[in-house]
């Protein structure tokens, strides 16, 4: 089981960014996928979670900025961030669910990471 | 929202020693959704404790997980060298799903 994301990001003030978690060595719709980013030299964030036919979701800091969307046929989960500012400048992780589940919540641990994409917001 | 505070923020122990790291939440949890990850410098975060007292895959059984309602404890029972990481709690039986601010764990 693997997940790997697309490489890092520069981007101005205002605008958005798409990143990629391409997964493999397990059937893609039958895990979620979450997001998680993580502020230089801070914690960790917990940003959305997806998994195709079961559903999505977001906590209320992150509804209106965050997309999320997956390709099946290539067993990839993406993430958009719009309306970027510098506290957005962080590494973002994917990760998968632990165990396979058809429902929102409960979640569950996350048992596989990505390798995490660094973004940089700056003018 | 479940808020998580752990405790201390920074731990400072000699190889062999015994670290107790706290994580303590805002209101009463199951213990089936609290999980421990370990993260090392530059890399991802690693699952530890799933469940609360239940080890991930390939964890040390030095390594062990116990409390319930409020209080959680992660306990490395012999300190080693590669176990110098920062360790947080999370909470995954509700939305959204939230982290302790994270304990350090280093070797004198």
């Known amino acids: 089981v693997q997940l790997v994301q697309s490489g890092a990001e520069v981007k101005k003030p205002g605008a958005s960014v798409k990143l990629s978690c391409t997964t493999s060595?397990?059937?893609?719709?039958?895990?979620?996928i979450h997001w998680v980013r993580q502020v230089p030299g801070q914690g960790l964030e917990w940003m959305a979670m997806?998994?195709?036919?079961?559903?999505?979701a977001y906590p209320q800091n992150f509804r209106d900025r965050v997309t999320l969307t997956y390709n099946t046929s290539t067993s990839t989960v993406f993430l958009e961030l719009s309306s970027l500012t510098s506290d957005d400048t962080a590494i973002y992780f994917c990760?998968?669910?632990?165990?396979?589940?058809?429902?929102?919540?409960?979640?569950?641990?996350?048992?596989?990471w990505g390798q995490g994409t660094a973004v940089t917001v700056s003018a | 929202e479940v808020v998580l505070t752990q405790s201390p923020g920074t731990l400072s122990l000699s190889p062999g020693e015994r670290a107790t790291l706290s994580c303590r939440a805002s209101?009463?949890?199951?213990?089936?959704?609290l999980a421990w990850y370990q993260q090392r410098p530059g890399q991802a975060p690693r699952l530890v404790i799933f469940?609360?007292?239940n080890r991930a895959t390939g964890v040390p059984d030095r390594f062990s997980g116990s409390g319930s309602g409020t209080d959680f404890t992660l306990t490395i029972a012999r300190l080693d060298p590669e176990d110098v990481a920062v360790y947080y709690c999370?909470?995954?039986?509700?939305?959204?799903?939230?982290f302790g601010g994270g304990t350090k764990v280093e070797i004198k």
């Open positions: 990760a998968r669910d632990q165990v396979s589940r058809r429902y929102v919540i409960p979640a569950a641990a996350f048992d596989i």
């Open positions: 060595g397990y059937t893609f719709t039958n895990y979620f």
């Open positions: 997806v998994s195709p036919g079961v559903g999505s």
């Open positions: 209101q009463t949890i199951s213990s089936r959704f």
């Open positions: 469940g609360a007292s």
């Open positions: 999370q909470e995954y039986g509700s939305s959204p799903l939230t």
